[in-house]
């Protein structure tokens, strides 16, 4: 369909004036006179520009099947107790196995039922053995669809969680990806405090609730092994590493997890002391409230990361849902501690695998010499268009000029990252959008040496290029598609800008091009005299 050449004019000014409304906060910065008016976005640098920390975490996977695996093994005892069935000691063997005993050997069957309807193509009975007086040790194991589904349902969490945490950590244009292997990339632009950026990132926040075992001697625990059912911990601020560790006895079993915290925020005691206040959601209110009423006059620890905090006595059923953290917090660790409750807690632990910095001084010798090698490079492929083309050189210019004008405006619209690869990407469009117009002026020399006029030359050049012209491109927009889906952060900024510059060629190129021909043919009607 022929457009005509007023709806041309007018499609063109549009998307440049657009382009150039999402480009100008780029070039005058946020704080400028025009803010009011303009977008508040601008294109973010990446890593190797700005500077700044890059990450690669490892995910313990083996830890996060086991904790779910034990989990379970809790509900499953739970849900048996409900309809009149003993099962004791269910613990974890391994990292996929559940081990538990039946007392009554009657019941087996009606244990199995459970099983079948609460954990269908999540368990599966692997070994039953009689142990005599009626007892039946059972052994579970994980169905291997439900292991990969459960590894991507914990990598999908590390990723939100670490997201969440990065975000109120107060870091700009931070990029949080997955990567293979139980990997996860975190490039944190324009860092500062990397220390603590590694402590907030990589800490896991689970949060337990567990009974002090009151029948243990926590000083013979430590020179020998705790009793079954029950673990050695230390108190936070004296950890087993300090001269005076201060230990303590707690039960296996978890009352309560920091799944349920609805929020997480720093309060000040009496003595002006910071604190963590807790607030669950509904359910987790209802069950801290069971947990506590079911508990009087029994001391609850509060246990996070394998640390104890507190382990104060239940005076009360606690209602509203609310519990708090103590502990010799500054006020910067209260507010961290804070930060990752809220966000939640990390599935499983994560591992610092490789840690890289970048200080801004480099970043700025990239910035000016990545500028340096577009200006050279633009400069050489202005003076031949002109030199070799003429007016049509002209043309070209500008078209090369609304290119970058429409890369920056995309950039910045959708709050994309130019890194150093993406500005090789924005040199190599310079060429590629040099070659549609060679294509479409040599196509019109040609029509024009078979007697054609400049009208109808410039019109049979510009459809029979322009087919060329999209197969070429289009291959490039394939080609970047697939170098984004499959590649990492710098190979990615190449693919973005390669793309958007590849979309902005075709449309300046085709369109923008033939609307300005059009429009000097229109105005200069030359009859014999147009020659490129």
Known sequence: MRISLTYRVIISALVIGLALLYALPTFLGKENPL????????????????????????????????????????????????EGIVIIRPRVVGSNMLRFYLLDADKAKRLQEIIERNYDNKLSIQGKESMGQGRIKYTLSMTSEYRNKLKEMTLDQALKVMRNRINEFGVSEPDIRRMKGNRIQVQLPGLEDSERAVELVKRTAHLEFRLVDEDSNAQKAVRGRPPSGSELFYFAEQGPESKNP??????????????HIADASVAFNRYNQPYVSLTFDDRGARIFERVTGNHVN???????????????????????????ITGNFSDQEAHDLAIVLRAGSLPAPVNVLHERSVGPSLGQQSIQQGVTALVVGGLLVLVFAIAYYGIGGVIVDLLLGFNMLIIIAVLAGFGATLTLPGIAGIILLVGTAMDASVLIF????????????????????????????????????????ILY???????????????????????????VSRTFFEFWLKRKRPESSFNL
């Open 35 to 82: 803010q009011s008016v303009l977008p508040d976005k601008e294109v973010n640098l990446g890593l190797d520009l700005k500077g700044g920390m890059s990450l690669t975490l490892g995910v313990d996977m083996d830890k996060a099947l086991s904790s779910s695996l034990g989990q379970m093994g809790e509900n499953l005892r739970v849900q048996a107790k409900d």
């Open 298 to 324: 029994e001391r609850m620890a509060i246990v996070l990361d394998g640390k104890v905090y507190s382990a104060p006595t239940i005076q009360e059923k606690i209602r509203g849902g609310r519990a708090s």
């Open 485 to 511: 889906q499959f590649g990492t952060g710098p190979i990615r900024g190449f693919a973005v800008t390669l793309t958007v510059g590849t979309f902005a060629s075709l449309f300046t190129a085709i369109f």
């Open 442 to 481: 040599e196509r019109i020399r040609e029509e024009r040496r078979k007697g054609m006029s400049p009208a109808k030359a410039v019109d049979e050049a510009f459809v029979r290029s322009s087919l060329t012209i999209m197969d070429a491109n289009v291959t490039t927009i394939l080609a970047a598609l």
């Open 246 to 259: 201060k230990p303590i006895v707690l039960k296996k079993q978890v009352l309560m997890t920091g799944q």
